[in-house]
């Protein structure tokens, strides 16, 4: 266990926000973890207790002056297997991209679209991260957690984790803040079927000439890196959290409406009623599209992400976000919600 008292979170969130914490805690087994909750309960239950992952869609507003925690289980073990599917089990400190990789190289298929999505597997089973038609809670079997308040164990199996777009049960009011993920047991497939059905994926495919036929899962994964460096900003030479804005679903009937002033409006069909509209088209529409207020911008090839050009506070790149949601609802009449968890008052 390691503890770093009054820490620097720059290094602990994307945007690279100099925000300091009162204690973070690291740890790398789930004993670690019940005896520093009863450490904190007999001596610090005042403060408040806050687990992170790699900081890819956190945004501090301020110092945290409570405790920090962060896990570095890294094991990762296979739980079963038959000629078709494997049950595998890794702990929440991986690195969602390495297990991505290490995935494939065992032959276990199904998270290739998922490619180059920083954070930790813990992280990506709070957030139900997706990319390219394909969302990790579709792949989860179940998730080991350790409740923050009392220290039980309980797994919660996928049918318990409500999982849709970009959302699970943890991320309910009921249950936010409240428990540890410590390991996600995952289940995968032992043939490559390629999930291409994202538009543009076939397209880049047939551009490199390759046949979907004999398209492996490596090569895919190497198509879905390539995309993704082009279009978003790497966070280690810019500051960001990918998407700020989730994309808004939306009635047919707004679409209807949308449509009859800009008939070119993207989207894509939810279910008979309802469509999901891009909210980096929105952005864009409103002229944002690399447009900066003072060090927060928005960045110049995809307008949904935000940036920090360089010394930004939390405070900056949440009056940017303020000021872009004011003009995609003056335009369109849509409150865009934030994708990125704030942390901290202002
Ligand atoms: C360049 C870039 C591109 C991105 N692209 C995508 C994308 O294509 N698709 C997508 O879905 N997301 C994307 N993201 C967002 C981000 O990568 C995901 O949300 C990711 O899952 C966050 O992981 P993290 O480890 O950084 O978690 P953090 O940001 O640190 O935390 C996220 C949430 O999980 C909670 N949490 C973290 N670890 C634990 C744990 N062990 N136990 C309990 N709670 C925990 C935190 O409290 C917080 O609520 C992108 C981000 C960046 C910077």
Redesign the pocket.
Same mark, same amino acid.
């Given at each position: 266990m390691e503890f770093c008292w009054n820490c620097s979170l720059k290094e602990y969130n994307?945007f690279g926000i100099d925000a300091m914490a009162h204690l973070l805690v690291k740890y790398s087994s789930e004993g670690e973890l019940l005896a520093f909750l009863e450490q904190y309960r007999r001596e610090m239950s005042h403060l408040p207790l806050?687990?992170?992952?790699? %900081?890819?869609?956190?945004l501090f507003l301020s110092d945290y002056s409570g405790v920090i925690l962060f896990?570095e289980i890294k094991d990762i073990k296979i739980e079963s297997e038959n000629e078709d599917a494997i049950l595998v089990s890794v702990g929440?400190g991986v690195t969602?991209d390495d297990f991505v990789l290490y995935a494939i190289q065992h032959g276990w298929y199904g998270l290739e679209n998922l490619s180059l999505?920083?954070?930790?597997v813990?992280?990506?089973a709070?957030?139900n991260?997706?990319?390219y038609g394909v969302e990790v809670g579709d792949l989860i079997k179940s998730v080991q957690t350790i409740s923050l308040e009392d220290g039980t164990c309980k797994t919660w199996n996928h049918d318990e984790l409500a999982y849709s777009y970009?959302h699970s049960i943890?991320k309910d009011e009921a249950f936010r %803040?409240k428990?540890?993920?410590c390991h996600v047991v995952f289940q995968l497939k032992k043939r490559f079927t390629p999930c291409l059905s994202y538009g543009g994926l076939t397209s880049f495919i047939q551009a490199k000439n390759i046949q979907q036929e004999t398209l492996s899962a490596l090569q895919l994964r190497e198509i879905i890196i390539g995309i993704r460096e082009k279009k978003?900003?790497d966070?280690k030479v810019t500051g960001?959290?990918?998407?700020f804005f989730m994309n808004p679903i939306v009635s047919n009937d707004i679409l209807y409406r949308i449509q009859k002033q800009y008939p070119d409006v993207p989207s894509y069909v939810v279910d008979t009623e309802h469509v999901k509209i891009p909210a980096g088209w929105l952005i864009e529409q409103c002229g944002w599209k690399g447009k900066a207020l003072g060090p927060a911008a928005v960045h110049d090839k995809q307008a949904l992400v935000l940036v920090n050009r360089g010394g930004a506070t939390g405070k900056d790149i949440l009056s940017l976000c303020k000021a872009v949601q004011e003009s995609v609802y003056e335009k369109f009449g849509m409150r865009l919600s934030p994708e990125v968890?704030f942390i901290g008052g202002v």
């Open positions: 994307t806050l687990h992170i992952g790699a %900081g890819s869609n956190l896990s929440a969602h999505i920083p954070g930790q813990g992280s990506s709070v957030q991260i997706g990319a970009r943890f %803040g428990y540890a993920i978003l900003p966070p960001n959290a990918g998407s968890n």
